[in-house]
């Protein structure tokens, strides 16, 4: 079947420019999340949506970062007024939610460049 | 907290020897615990998983991981390397009803004809 989708591959931006990433999960997966690979910080996680529960945003590096899952499907990452630092590969993973030891299956990425 | 270190950024074998790449963990609680392969422009593959049931893990690819917990390792090994399994491979660790992964630094294998 399909697997993680993200959208668009790739992004060039300018600083300061708002941006928005988007990822479709595998169908009938329930969790979902973000990360962010950059060269210096290695793989971080960003945010966690599970359902209709809130989502775990800990991992958020700034209040210009922000996601919302629609429909408990299609999920969007926003970065507003980008800067340079947040140039990286921002991927998605979902899962299927609720077991105790779930496999996350992640997407091609989206790579941002911000110049 | 979680935390992985993966003990060598860069690993250089030759084709048909075997493959050791290292990785210790510290948890707070009972881990669970990964190793995923990123192979060059491609995403994050699942290679094997630790599920607390058995402490030798089968995974693709002929490869094996060992969860020692007295060593706080978890260590992935195969008996003959291919050139196919030139890539980065990256440790992970989450909590056993966790859901946020927290990565290694991860290790490149390169592997030589």
């Known amino acids: 079947g399909a697997g993680v989708s993200q959208s668009p591959s790739n992004k060039v931006t300018e600083k300061g420019k708002d941006v928005e990433l988007r990822c479709d999960p595998i169908?009938?997966?329930?969790?979902l999340y973000w990360y962010r690979q950059s060269l210096g910080q290695g793989l971080e996680f960003l945010i966690y949506?599970?359902?209709?529960?809130?989502?775990?945003k800990s991992g958020l590096p700034s209040d210009r970062f922000s996601a919302e899952r629609t429909g408990g499907s299609v999920s969007t990452l926003t970065i507003q007024r980008t800067q340079q630092e947040d140039s990286a590969v921002y991927l998605c993973?979902?899962?299927?939610?609720?077991?105790?030891?779930?496999?996350?299956?992640f997407g091609p990425g989206t790579r941002l460049t911000v110049l | 907290a979680q935390s992985v270190t993966q003990l060598d950024s860069h690993v250089s074998v030759s084709e048909g020897t075997p493959v050791l790449l290292r990785c210790n963990y510290s948890?707070?609680?009972?881990?669970?615990l990964f190793w995923y392969v990123q192979h060059p422009n491609k995403g994050l593959q699942l290679l094997l998983k630790?599920?607390?049931?058995?402490?030798l893990v089968k995974g693709i690819n002929g490869f094996e991981a060992e969860f020692k917990k007295s060593e706080t390792s978890f260590h992935l090994t195969k008996p003959s390397a291919h050139m196919s399994d030139a890539a980065e491979y990256f440790c992970?660790?989450?909590?056993?009803?966790?859901?946020?992964?927290?990565f290694g630094a991860g290790t490149i294998l390169r592997v030589k004809s």
């Open positions: 993973a979902s899962s299927l939610g609720g077991l105790e030891v779930d496999t996350q299956y």
């Open positions: 169908s009938g997966h329930t969790a």
């Open positions: 949506f599970q359902g209709n529960s809130a989502p775990d």
């Open positions: 948890s707070s609680y009972s881990p669970s």
């Open positions: 630790y599920t607390s049931a058995a402490t």
């Open positions: 992970v660790v989450s909590r056993q009803y966790g859901n946020k992964l927290v």
